[in-house]
């Protein structure tokens, strides 16, 4: 299969790029960009292992959950740049969602069974915790103030930009403490060695290369993912809201899906819950904010309010979640726990 990759990966990315500017069938091309998605999301998830390896685990879980995060965010911005506010947070709900339950538990699942139990830095578990009660918090009181107080568009567009903004500097603070004054304290020793003994795929700079490359694939084939998406759900009947909460979020996500797992696969769960936790973390405190600001740009602007629905769902994720991993360890069953809970959601957001 490995040798297949990556002449399927050319196969599925020039197929995709000959039905959207083919026009062929609106569902052939939805099928055509949605495989296409996961095989460059997949060499995404390569080149940035192959940058781990030089860059050591802490650092490379961090640029497997950004640039994992970058098809998510290029999808988001065309989504709204057409106006489908909806879906976007939608997405963005499914991507924190999936990535703390679906990835984080195929992760520790599939570590689980292959080690009895898998432990990871209890100081990064702890904070992590506690940022992603932040970010429930700062998606949850801009809903509930609007909403009860019935505030007019341009106070709610006031409150959107400051809270964003506050989300923010908060993810920015998170990067500066971990990676800088603190990053001691929550490191893994063994796991966050540049070379942890293994070979790399690549060079240096053909895997710094490489990430630039898949990074641009991501852009092009998630534009014509997106372009397909309206005429998609309409046709069979699909919600905006199940269609962006998991076809999307599962297609964009493909890159920390397969990296988390294989690294919890060699026993390497502290970088797999800095995938997981770390790019929900991100979508909640810096893309979700950043498409706020983005959409200032164009003519229809977005706001920052979430519906009772997926706040109750992120609210779900995020507490099961922390209750797992805040003692740092992790076992097969706990990450049985977590794709259940998935799956109750996954089922209850198809029938909305």
């Known amino acids: 299969m490995k040798k297949l990759f990556f002449p399927l990966l050319i196969v599925f990315f020039v197929l995709s ?3 959207h500017y083919a026009h062929w069938n609106v569902t052939l091309q939805f099928v055509l960009s949605a495989v296409a998605v996961i095989f460059v999301a997949g060499f995404l998830g390569k080149a940035t292992e192959a940058v781990a390896h030089y860059a050591g685990q802490r650092l490379g879980g961090f640029l497997n959950a950004t640039f994992g ?3 998510e965010l290029i999808i988001a911005i065309f989504l709204v740049k057409e106006g489908l506010f909806d879906m976007v947070k939608a997405s963005l709900t499914g991507s924190i969602i999936g990535n703390l339950l679906l990835v984080l538990g195929a992760s520790a699942f599939a570590g689980g069974l292959k080690f009895k139990e898998q432990k990871f830095n209890i100081h990064l578990a702890g904070q992590n915790a506690s940022l992603m009660l932040l970010g429930v918090i700062a998606l949850f009181i801009p809903a509930v103030f609007v909403k ?3 505030l007019s568009s341009q106070d709610t567009m006031s409150v959107s930009v400051t809270v964003a903004a ?4 908060a993810y920015a603070g998170w990067l500066v403490y971990s990676m800088i004054t603190h990053k001691s304290l929550l490191e893994d020793n ?3 060695k540049p070379d942890h003994g293994e070979t790399a ?3 240096r700079g053909k895997s710094v290369l490489y990430l630039v490359l898949a990074t641009v694939m991501v852009a092009f084939v998630s534009e014509w993912l997106v372009g397909t998406l309206e005429v998609f759900t309409h046709k069979f009947g699909l919600s905006e809201l199940f269609v962006g909460a998991f076809i999307v979020a599962i297609v964009g996500n493909a890159a920390e899906h397969s990296a988390a797992v294989m690294l919890a ?5 502290g970088a797999a819950v800095e995938i997981a936790v770390g790019s929900s973390l991100q979508i909640a405190l810096f893309v979700a904010p950043v498409l706020v600001f983005v ?5 229809n602007h977005m706001d920052i309010l979430f519906s009772t629905i997926e706040l109750a769902a992120i609210g779900v994720a995020v507490l099961i979640a922390t209750s797992i991993s805040r003692d740092g360890a992790t076992t097969w069953y706990e990450g049985k726990l977590l794709l259940l809970v998935y799956i109750v959601l996954g089922v209850a957001f198809f029938f909305v």
Do not use: D, Q, R
């Open 265 to 269: 696969l060699k026993n390497k769960i």
């Open 69 to 71: 995060n970058a098809a």
């Open 17 to 19: 790029a000959i039905a």
């Open 148 to 150: 009860t107080e019935h």
């Open 190 to 192: 063994e796991e966050t």
């Open 166 to 169: 506050v989300l923010i500097v």
């Open 295 to 299: 959409s200032l740009f164009f003519n």
């Open 201 to 203: 795929a690549w060079s």
